[in-house]
């Protein structure tokens, strides 16, 4: 099994910048990719970004992609989104996921909430 615990999420200022941290513990040699979900209040859970954990290649959502990085630490245990440029549109909670070979596991979620 796989455990995540996410970090980071805040109160910013439109145009503003957050760093969100998602720490993954128990069998991580199981994950394959590391991604960020959110969750808008009365809207579905969207994709945000993912990112490979042998390669480190990223992927984002076209409404993130030049203001959103995703990266991870060397040991392969720690994922982090750097988010530039907020908007209030990037208001929701924050979720990390990981695919592993014996299942999907989510976080708890972050939640952000960006000021107009």
């Known amino acids: 099994q796989v455990h995540l615990v996410e970090s980071g999420g805040g109160l910013v200022p439109s145009g503003g910048s957050l760093r969100l941290s998602c720490a993954a513990s128990?069998?991580?040699?199981?994950?394959?990719?590391l991604q960020w979900y959110r969750q808008a209040p009365g809207n579905q859970r969207e994709y945000v970004a993912r990112?490979?954990?042998?390669?480190?290649?990223?992927d984002y959502t076209d409404s993130v992609r030049d203001r959103f990085t995703i990266s991870i630490n060397s040991a392969k245990n720690t994922v982090f989104l750097q988010m530039n440029s907020l908007n209030p549109e990037d208001t929701a909670v924050y979720y990390c996921h990981a695919s592993t070979n014996d299942g999907d596991y989510w976080g708890q979620g972050t939640r952000v909430t960006v000021s107009s």
């Open positions: 128990g069998n991580i040699w199981s994950i394959q990719s």
């Open positions: 990112i490979m954990i042998r390669s480190e290649w990223p």
